[in-house]
């Protein structure tokens, strides 16, 4: 792949610090996942906020860039433990939900707290297809290694791929989105792998990367193979990947889940889970438009004897973009959507009592 253009970089940085969405900006994890008004045995959650793993950011990162590059938000973060540590990697942007992204790392030990990664940031624009950012990590343990999949953003404004990728039942603006794959040994050092998600699939912009995973962060084999869930872009084909390592997929076209009474349209899948009430129980917890047209997360039942038919639904959900975690007996993840005005904080969420109606 062709290597990042340091202008465009610039550039990009420049668009993302006068970045500003009414919609976004004021988007709280609470709104989703801190009550649901029923609560079947299955689904995971409702949240409350654990206030003594709070992660908080200090100082700048010496971008490697060498564009002047700043963060002022960290967001949409994944956790993964490794023996008793805890590894969180999110993005950092200039701008709350702006292009311009990087990847981060800090590390959680008993008795220390959180340390950041002197080595930050561990994902940052290195190829062309990543000039407008590398965004969102989604980390799986597999095989005694991790594999990491972000998004890169780039520029489609123009490009020849649009009409060699022609994408008529989603519609695209200026800015594609790439699945990128990386690999590590220790989940400090990370070798870039490329694209996971091939054009003739993507059509210039794909979104998840969702692979069942357990609660120790692993990825779990479904029918022998992992799965990832697509639920963003390709072509407007609901699509799901097949893989025996998590490096090398091939995917189908795969319909797998129905709004049904719930109303609206699917945004992005944003996890799946593995487990959390019974040995087999299957959960993709989503984000949406709800009936009203309002921002919403819900969750569906599934059996991973049959990963695609859906079982139920329910509206509530973690959009724990990277998944869900078990810590201490709770399901937890991180999200820094909440963090205090002028500060770069990711506060750590953790299953909680519900007042809502629990049913079989």
């Known amino acids: 792949m062709q290597t990042a253009d340091t202008s465009a970089l610039r550039d990009s940085y420049r668009a993302a610090l006068e970045h500003t969405n009414a919609l976004t900006d004021r988007i709280s994890t609470d709104q989703f996942s801190a009550h649901y008004d029923e609560r079947p045995e299955w689904a995971i959650g409702p949240f409350a906020r654990d206030e003594s793993l709070t992660f908080e950011l200090a100082g700048q990162w010496d971008d490697p860039t060498g564009i002047g590059w700043t963060s002022d938000s960290i967001f949409n973060p994944t956790m993964i433990a490794r023996g008793d540590e805890l590894h969180l990697f999110y993005r950092a942007s200039p701008r709350k939900e702006s292009t311009s992204s990087?990847?981060?790392?800090?590390?959680?030990?008993?008795?220390?707290?959180w340390t950041d990664d002197p080595a930050n940031p561990v994902i940052y624009p290195t190829f062309e297809n990543e000039t407008l950012g590398c965004e969102d990590p989604k980390v799986?343990?597999?095989?005694?290694?991790y594999v990491m999949f972000y998004n890169g953003?780039?520029?489609?404004?123009?490009s020849p791929d649009r009409e060699t990728y022609p994408s008529p039942d989603?519609?695209?603006?200026?800015?594609?989105?790439?699945?990128?794959?990386?690999?590590?040994?220790?989940?400090?050092?990370?070798e870039k792998r490329g694209l996971a998600v091939p054009y003739e699939v993507s059509r210039?912009?794909?979104?998840?990367?969702?692979?069942?995973?357990?609660?120790?962060?692993?990825?779990?084999?479904?029918?022998?193979?992992?799965?990832?869930?697509?639920?963003?872009?390709?072509?407007?084909?609901?699509?799901?990947?097949?893989?025996?390592?998590?490096?090398?997929?091939?995917?189908?076209?795969?319909?797998?889940?129905?709004?049904?009474?719930?109303?609206?349209?699917?945004?992005e899948v944003a996890c799946a889970v593995v487990g959390a009430h019974a040995e087999d129980d299957l959960v993709l917890d989503f984000f949406y438009s709800d009936a009203d047209g309002e921002f919403a997360a819900a969750q569906a039942h599934y059996s991973t004897t049959a990963p695609f038919t859906q079982l139920a639904i329910n509206r509530g959900g973690s959009l724990a973009w990277g998944g869900l975690l078990q810590l201490d007996g709770d399901w937890a993840f991180p999200q820094g959507w909440d963090a205090r005005p002028n500060t770069r904080e990711i506060f750590i969420y953790r299953t909680a009592p519900n007042e809502g109606t629990t049913t079989a």
């Open 140 to 145: 799986y343990a597999v095989d005694g290694r």
């Open 170 to 190: 989603y519609p695209l603006g200026d800015v594609g989105c790439d699945i990128m794959v990386a690999v590590s040994d220790d989940l400090v050092t990370w």
């Open 153 to 158: 953003i780039r520029s489609i404004a123009g």
């Open 102 to 113: 990087r990847i981060g790392h800090a590390v959680h030990r008993p008795g220390v707290g």
């Open 204 to 267: 210039l912009w794909a979104k998840g990367a969702v692979i069942p995973r357990n609660g120790a962060g692993e990825a779990v084999k479904i029918g022998g193979e992992y799965l990832m869930f697509l639920s963003e872009g390709c072509g407007g084909v609901p699509t799901v990947g097949r893989s025996t390592d998590l490096l090398e997929w091939r995917f189908e076209r795969q319909p797998y889940l129905d709004l049904g009474e719930l109303g609206g349209s699917l945004y």
